[in-house]
């Protein structure tokens, strides 16, 4: 299975902050991968996905790049309503699987 | 505006199965691909499988082969999922989710998600 490992695990960041989000798989996914915010008690909700295009509806802060092994989310000005869990996921082999998320939280 | 909405909540013994619903509207379900996926309290997503609307094929998760079965009703346009010989490792929230008709596995949409608790 290709692993998924996403850092920080946590994350604190001031209003308008730009924070950045990494997820490293354990072998090439030629860009298979999206991107997931879940707010608490919810379900996830897709933000991004083939590494950087932006899903319909999503704020344009919120950005993907990478390529191979590497892929980072990236928001450009905190926002409250951004305070979540942000989860990234491969598409490039079954098992799909998940990165363990980043809790982003306002300082 | 498609929708996917889930059983409710279901508490469990050990040992049982439960069947857990998704049942989907806007959209022609034959068309498309139901992803199954579980999260444990504070922890990450796992795959447990998918289906195809159209013929009820099946791709398994490796981890979940012989305690999840996934089934379609395309009379009904709802996906099904039995989970069987269940455990505390078993307790957990279960979302179906929908990806796109070109790529099945960015979940574009979500349910509401369904809380199973296994305790005697």
């Known amino acids: 299975d290709i692993q998924m490992t996403q850092s920080p695990a946590s994350l604190s960041a001031s209003l308008g902050e730009t924070v950045s989000i990494e997820c490293l798989a354990s072998e090439g996914i030629s860009n298979d991968l999206a991107w997931y915010q879940q707010k608490s008690g919810k379900s996830p909700q897709l933000l991004i996905y083939a590494a950087s295009r932006l899903q319909d509806g999503v704020p344009s802060r919120f950005s993907g790049s990478g390529s191979g092994t590497r892929y980072s989310l990236k928001i450009s000005g905190m926002q409250p309503e951004d305070e979540a869990d942000y989860f990234c996921q491969q598409s490039y082999k079954y098992p799909l699987t998940f990165g363990s998320g980043t809790k982003l939280e306002i300082k | 505006e498609v929708q996917l909405q889930q059983s409710g909540a279901e508490l469990v013994k050990p040992g049982a199965s439960v069947k857990l619903s998704c049942k989907t509207s806007g959209y022609t379900f034959s068309n498309y691909y139901m992803s199954w996926l579980k999260q444990m309290p504070g922890q990450n997503i796992e795959w447990i499988g998918n289906i195809y609307g159209g013929n009820g094929g099946t791709g398994y998760n490796q981890k979940f082969k012989g305690k999840a079965t996934l089934t379609v009703d395309k009379s009904s346009s709802t996906a099904y999922m039995d989970l069987s010989s269940l455990t505390s490792e078993d307790s957990a929230v279960y979302f179906c989710?929908?990806?796109?008709?070109?790529?099945?596995?960015?979940?574009?949409?979500w349910g509401q998600g369904t809380l199973v608790t296994v305790s005697s």
């Open positions: 989710a929908r990806g796109y008709r070109y790529n099945p596995n960015w979940f574009a949409y």
